[in-house]
């Protein structure tokens, strides 16, 4: 934050429990220290967050019953919010973040964008029309050795990506999957809040947003195989999908949520024509670089080899370890540049400031529904 | 070797070359020490063949112009060869597998079994009918990491399989893929002598293999992609499958000879109700098993806590290496134990002594075969 | 911070430069979310101190000339800090600790204690004469696996400490050293500024520290050989230094800052009657576990079999890693916990809290002076 | 072995047992296939020495009643051996190797090469005076990645040692040392058959000859610390040494044999001018490259980029792990090379073979001799 700049003022919609990633969105917001929590609907429940409200230090009437009366009231103060903060369940990431862009208010939203590409396409278009910016929450590509690996695949430094291998095992479902009943079920149970899809929309969007992130390239074909593994009433808790992308590349994605013994060993391969870049998010501080006849390097975050891009909001010297509240800071960081920077008049391509975008949130709804799509036919190719 | 008993006479089909893998088996059976090398045909080539057999001490008048040739001889000398070690290009294991079981000759063999599925059945056919016994050389099984894996499998320690993944990416054959010719094309490029399909039938098949070895189930369903990445010759060189076992686990197997920077990076990640094993064999001394709320645990070979299984054939102890050339000994420790107790009158199932058997290397067939089947078919399931 | 509970306003000692350990310091407060800084002495030149504390929103007239200024003016204030926070070079810790201590200020204050015994023992009287609290931010003891480590020791699960090895290679003042002139030296090179001995006392401290933190064992005996190695001006840059314990436990230490390659390799293996412990705070978020005639454990933090004292202030789950600002934040958590329990009229022992005392930092400073002692003495043992 | 080149003939005193390490010089020999053995003095106990000698296939005549018997006798025959391989408790490595120099027959013998330094410099004459080779079993720098590392440090890649960390934890004398009785204690706890000092003697020379054999520089004092922890009867089983070499730099030595949970985790850090090497036997296919400002570099054995020195023995691919016999078979190997040499009349220093020499074993001696001297003088610099 420079010297003469104030403090940007934003909300939240979501983030009313103490373990909802709502709260690890305040932690990482106030770790970057130039914003400030003004207004909110914390909650379905006004009566709760109201509570809550009045807990973060939020005026009373800015805690509002739904976010489309926040983005209206909001949008007519003279110092109303700057941006918003959406964390809740998916099903309501498409109607809160289209009010507060029909209201101009930028949007940093939780992923998955939303739950079919028709409402992506159509908050395209708002987009458009609103002029808002618009960061997708997708935490791994926060952390600096994400946007190393970015720096180093547009350099070409691994050639053309020739196959993608991703893995994201975790275990913190298995439990509750074994257990839910019918009426115990989390809104993660339920197509209507959730979309269709459990597992391949809340980690399979994560593996297809990191790739496409760091690499550019879409995918344009899945194949894919969802089970539901175990006696809950969940949709699919582990999957495999063989992809194609834009440019010829293959891919390969296993994700499992009732993996047991894996905490979110989150996992990434990227093969090239001259080199390979490996990036495990549990060792976010490191990426293994191998290039064709040289030995693997492991690339340590902060070094002086690093590229500018993972340098920009380096907190912490190299061996001091970084972790999620930084990946989520550094997303943050990006996303009120840009906002300070629109104020400021200056227009300057999202992909630039290096947060996920609203159109890589659409090919990534795109991807999760053709994966379910591909699974009701019988595991066949589906075209995105 | 007990005391009294007698170095077991051996003959070999293949092998002729320094880079062959042949070498390394007689570096294991040299290591063990029980056997001696008394036969071969040592290349097509009888020229050759005689160079190489003189090279390795073995009588002229034992070296032979064929297979066939050789199995007549030898089961007709009264010092004629206990057992016979092919390690021929693929085409070659059947013939040669076949002329020496009906001879009643023991048969050590390098994976895969041979070509087709009725190649695979007739083997089995005969084998009953000569009663010999039949090793699949599938060299990662005989890590003592993969036996300690199998005795926790079998000890119900991770429960029923529920999914398991396999990783096999190598770079051997990048340059060979890139610059081979028509002309220079060796034998693995060339399906009438590799078999249908490149990469999924060499590295696949030991994929399969360590599965069905470790956990005892076999693959019912395959839908595969296969892939030839790059400027060369070959066919497949990368591939993507998606299984069905026989007790409804899913399986995803990636393989790749085009990973740049991966030397042998054969990784298994088994995961059950209970618990999971991952398994890497370029680290073949340890196992990391993952209890349900536990920490994981690393298994370190030789360890007071291991199995009776793996600690069977050990030969150094624990954080004193083991490698590969272990692993081909302790599969032949296991089948040169079979030969002498068939040779004694005792009768023991194979699968008892740990080596991977014919029956074993028959659903190996049918899986890669299978695969192919499913690229074939524009990438849907076939049944196996 | 529970709801009714305002937030603690705070002061600085240092911390004026961006790269200054005291911009952490703000990092870790802020995240942590619950004070507020309202005053201080951000550097020696009191125009730059102004410029930064007008940036950091810091009150014109609450900008002092000097600690002792400060610590007296603000004791004055009904709306007076509730404790300072000092982060300047090493000779300022025990005057700027005192002013604020005998004015019933609560101190946070950076490590090394301060440079000689002397000044120790005589912020130790002042402390029982004041009543105040006294947090060392010895940053490696706030990770949570330090304080798994301290719960585990303490429940007696590997026995009594038999020996202790710790490392702790760094590069960062490899080019420095090699390159620093009389003229262009820093404080650290000056041994009125940063104390007898320069690695010994920067990063020596931290190893004893945490030995004392995680085992309450004082170092008894040193025999220490310092190193000048390379053409700058600093004094010892590489050290080994083997300890007597207590308990009769002996410790073998070694650091470096001129190890090329390493970042910050902190790693302590406690030895002990029936298991041990390993630390690697570049992988803080690990502890390795080994019991007698057991496989090693991987103990990851923030899960089900993780002790109260690690849990306490989880921020972020399991696989989503935390790093060093969370480290700070921890100790931070527990000395606030500390102020504010003071404040309340709650007396607990500080050690309860888990934040490095003054007690420890004493005898931090009696090691590292007794390693210059036992150098400068030809590496002969010396008693504390 | 060349075609034409006629086996090696060798005899053994010592090995008598199956977990003695002569076993593993076996197994190693074997593997290579270049020698036979033919004599040997398997045990103090004539009767079970015979026994053993019918075992391993030794003509009656040719088991003897002790080394000189045998130096002797075979030196007298016409199909005489080619050299001897000791392996007996160490008391008696100087006797037997020289009564087989003395004979002028070749010697490869274990480690430490005697007890005392007047022993090892008579070897030393009679070396000189005989002519023969000595070929000293340390077995970690016949690894593949010892001598790229050594390759490395000869080419100046890393510049000159500045410093050198050596850590060598082991439990497996834990139980042991606890339970051993003044009756029932073996050779390792009696200082007449070991050496003065025990854990210094066996470990610590493998420790100090690795960084002797690597970098060509000899320990010049030493500041020891040995300790004897737990209730057995054997001497010291922890240690640690600080060191002085000849170039100036500094070392430490930690070695321990009651370390809980650890197999045999010899682990170096050697840190020049310009980066620093890693080598762990754990994991002995891979070494770690640091060069300043560079990211670190994961050696693989095997690789196009391999010094020649390190690919010269190479018996498997990279990626398809080599261990411990294989390091065995390498000291062999060359040791082999030098004696078929020898015969040839070929002259070459035993340096540039790459086994560790007779030379190196005497500095080894002088090493262990002056870390007890240096405990016994209270801990003080010894000058070697
Ligand atoms: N980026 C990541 O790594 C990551 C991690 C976890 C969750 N998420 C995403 O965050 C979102 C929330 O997940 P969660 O785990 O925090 O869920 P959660 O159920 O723990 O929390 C959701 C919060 O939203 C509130 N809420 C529910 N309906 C609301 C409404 N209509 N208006 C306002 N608030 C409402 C709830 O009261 C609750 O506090 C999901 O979209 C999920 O995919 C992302
Ligand atoms: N288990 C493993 O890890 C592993 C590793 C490598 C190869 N293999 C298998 O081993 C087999 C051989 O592979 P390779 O890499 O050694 O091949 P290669 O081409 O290097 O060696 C094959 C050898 O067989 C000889 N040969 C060819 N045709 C013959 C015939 N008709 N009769 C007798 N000898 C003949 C050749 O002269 C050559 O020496 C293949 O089936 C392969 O799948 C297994
Ligand atoms: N806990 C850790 O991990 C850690 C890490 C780094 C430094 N430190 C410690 O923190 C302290 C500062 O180290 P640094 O690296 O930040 O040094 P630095 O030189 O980068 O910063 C010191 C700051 O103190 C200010 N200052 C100097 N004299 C002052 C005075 N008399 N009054 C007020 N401010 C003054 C300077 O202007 C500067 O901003 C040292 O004691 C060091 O040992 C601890
Ligand atoms: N290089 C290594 O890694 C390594 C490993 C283990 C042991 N060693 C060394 O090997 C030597 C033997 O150690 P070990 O563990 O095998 O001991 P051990 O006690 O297991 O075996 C010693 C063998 O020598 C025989 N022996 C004893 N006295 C003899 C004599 N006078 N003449 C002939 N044979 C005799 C014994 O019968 C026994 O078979 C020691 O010097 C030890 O330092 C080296």
């Given at each position: 934050?420079?010297?003469?700049?104030?403090?940007?003022?934003?909300?939240?919609?979501?983030?009313?429990?103490?373990?909802?990633?709502?709260?690890?969105?305040?932690?990482?917001?106030?770790?970057?220290?130039?914003?400030?929590?003004?207004?909110?609907?914390?909650?379905?429940?006004?009566?709760?967050?109201?509570?809550?409200?009045?807990?973060?230090?939020?005026?009373?009437?800015?805690?509002?019953?739904?976010?489309?009366?926040?983005?209206?009231?909001?949008?007519?103060?003279?110092?109303?919010?700057?941006?918003?903060?959406?964390?809740?369940?998916?099903?309501?990431?498409?109607?809160?973040?289209?009010?507060?862009?029909?209201?101009?208010?930028?949007?940093?939203?939780?992923?998955?964008?939303?739950?079919?590409?028709?409402?992506?396409?159509?908050?395209?278009?708002?987009?458009?029309?609103?002029?808002?910016?618009?960061?997708?929450?997708?935490?791994?590509?926060?952390?600096?050795?994400?946007?190393?690996?970015?720096?180093?695949?547009?350099?070409?430094?691994?050639?053309?990506?020739?196959?993608?291998?991703?893995?994201?095992?975790?275990?913190?479902?298995?439990?509750?999957?074994?257990?839910?009943?019918?009426?115990?079920?989390?809104?993660?149970?339920?197509?209507?809040?959730?979309?269709?899809?459990?597992?391949?929309?809340?980690?399979?969007?994560?593996?297809?947003?990191?790739?496409?992130?760091?690499?550019?390239?879409?995918?344009?074909?899945?194949?894919?195989?969802?089970?539901?593994?175990?006696?809950?009433?969940?949709?699919?808790?582990?999957?495999?999908?063989?992809?194609?992308?834009?440019?010829?590349?293959?891919?390969?994605?296993?994700?499992?949520?009732?993996?047991?013994?894996?905490?979110?060993?989150?996992?990434?391969?990227?093969?090239?024509?001259?080199?390979?870049?490996?990036?495990?998010?549990?060792?976010?501080?490191?990426?293994?670089?191998?290039?064709?006849?040289?030995?693997?390097?492991?690339?340590?975050?902060?070094?002086?080899?690093?590229?500018?891009?993972?340098?920009?909001?380096?907190?912490?010297?190299?061996?001091?370890?970084?972790?999620?509240?930084?990946?989520?800071?550094?997303?943050?960081?990006?996303?009120?540049?840009?906002?300070?920077?629109?104020?400021?008049?200056?227009?300057?391509?999202?992909?630039?400031?290096?947060?996920?975008?609203?159109?890589?949130?659409?090919?990534?709804?795109?991807f999760f529904n053709a994966c379910v799509d591909s699974q009701e036919a019988g595991n066949t190719w589906v075209q995105l």
């Amino acid at each position: 934050m420079t010297n003469d700049s104030r403090r940007l003022r934003f909300g939240m919609v979501g983030g009313g429990d103490a373990t909802s990633v709502g709260a690890l969105h305040r932690n990482a917001l106030r770790l970057n220290g130039d914003t400030e929590l003004v207004a909110g609907v914390f909650s379905h429940d006004l009566e709760k967050s109201r509570r809550i409200g009045a807990e973060l230090g939020v005026a009373e009437d800015r805690v509002y019953a739904s976010a489309e009366e926040m983005a209206v009231a909001e949008a007519a103060r003279p110092d109303g919010i700057d941006f918003v903060d959406i964390s809740t369940p998916n099903a309501f990431h498409y109607p809160a973040s289209k009010a507060f862009m029909q209201q101009g208010i930028h949007v940093a939203c939780e992923k998955p964008l939303c739950l079919t590409p028709e409402e992506g396409e159509d908050l395209e278009l708002v987009a458009a029309e609103s002029g808002t910016l618009f960061c997708l929450m997708h935490t791994f590509t926060g952390h600096a050795m994400s946007r190393e690996a970015r720096a180093l695949y547009e350099d070409g430094v691994i050639g053309q990506l020739r196959t993608v291998v991703v893995e994201y095992p975790q275990d913190w479902l298995v439990d509750a999957l074994e257990q839910e009943t019918e009426q115990d079920k989390t809104w993660r149970s339920i197509p209507e809040l959730s979309g269709r899809g459990a597992a391949i929309g809340d980690i399979g969007s994560h593996m297809e947003n990191w790739v496409h992130y760091v690499t550019g390239l879409r995918v344009t074909a899945v194949l894919a195989n969802l089970e539901a593994i175990g006696a809950g009433t969940m949709l699919d808790n582990n999957f495999q999908v063989i992809t194609k992308f834009e440019n010829g590349a293959s891919g390969f994605f296993w994700g499992s949520q009732v993996a047991v013994g894996y905490d979110n060993a989150f996992k990434v391969i990227l093969l090239g024509e001259k080199g390979s870049i490996e990036f495990w998010q549990e060792n976010n501080n490191y990426l293994v670089l191998r290039l064709r006849d040289q030995p693997a390097q492991i690339l340590s975050r902060g070094s002086s080899y690093s590229r500018p891009e993972s340098l920009k909001y380096l907190r912490t010297p190299k061996g001091h370890p970084e972790g999620l509240t930084e990946a989520f800071a550094n997303i943050y960081s990006a996303f009120t540049d840009a906002v300070r920077d629109r104020q400021a008049g200056v227009v300057t391509p999202e992909h630039d400031y290096g947060y996920p975008t609203l159109s890589m949130g659409l090919a990534g709804v795109r991807f999760f529904n053709a994966c379910v799509d591909s699974q009701e036919a019988g595991n066949t190719w589906v075209q995105l």
